[in-house]
T-cell receptor, first 113, second 109 residues
């Protein structure tokens, strides 16, 4: 297992377009997290999954954002009708259940022009 | 929303010196973790300290936790240029993990 994998690494899109990111967690991990990070800031929690169940979603996450984790394996994060303010690094992390360390992917950098 | 706040926001030291970063948080926690991030990359886990622990060591890292003050500190001893990175504390409470804004550490050779 090579760790958490995120694709694509970079995405440039025009305002108003939809984008989808994929995260492949470490295979034994049942927890999966999505974070958003802007320059000079820490990761901002978006949502997390326990297996295929989405257990928590940040109030900051508008209805333009949706995440899925079918079959409890990989996850996708979709942003509809992108806005310039969506430009950020989107980070995925996975872990075992419970209060343990998380392993992060390299992130997907989104630029909305 | 973010939970922790790191202090200072930026720290610049000479190679060989020690670096101390502080983290304050607001709610009760199960554990507190420190992560490192090189520019434009993902985060790497450094150390985890449970809420019933007061101090923990890992190599050149020393972490303390004071739950009564809701604060933690990360000490990096004998710093190296390769330690240059951003350092984040993350609080784990029941089900999710929240990060602070980080400390940007620069170690000059």
């Amino acid at each position: 297992d090579t760790g958490v994998s995120q694709n694509p690494r970079h995405k440039i899109t025009k305002r108003g377009q939809n984008v989808t990111f994929r995260c492949d967690p470490i295979s034994e991990h049942n927890r999966l997290y999505w974070y958003r990070q802007t320059l000079g800031q820490g990761p901002e929690f978006l949502t997390y999954f326990q297996n295929e169940a989405q257990l928590e979603k940040s109030r900051l996450l508008s209805d333009r954002f949706s995440a899925e984790r079918p079959k409890g394996s990989f996850s996708t994060l979709e942003i509809q009708r992108t806005e310039q303010g969506d430009s950020a690094m989107y980070l995925c992390a996975s872990s075992f259940e419970g209060p343990t360390e998380a392993f992060f992917g390299q992130g997907t950098r989104l630029t909305v022009v | 929303s973010q939970q922790g706040e790191e202090d200072p926001q930026a720290l610049s030291i000479q190679e060989g010196e020690n670096a101390t970063m502080n983290c304050s948080y607001k709610t009760s926690i199960n554990n507190l973790q420190w992560y490192r991030q090189n520019s434009g990359r993902g985060l790497v886990h450094l150390i985890l300290i449970r809420s019933n622990e007061r101090e923990k060591h890992s190599g050149r890292l020393r972490v303390t936790l004071d739950t009564s003050k809701k604060s933690s500190s990360l000490l990096i001893t004998a710093s190296r240029a390769a330690d240059t990175a951003s350092y984040f504390c993350a609080t784990y409470n029941n089900n999710d993990m929240r990060f602070g804004a980080g400390t940007r550490l620069t170690v000059k050779p």
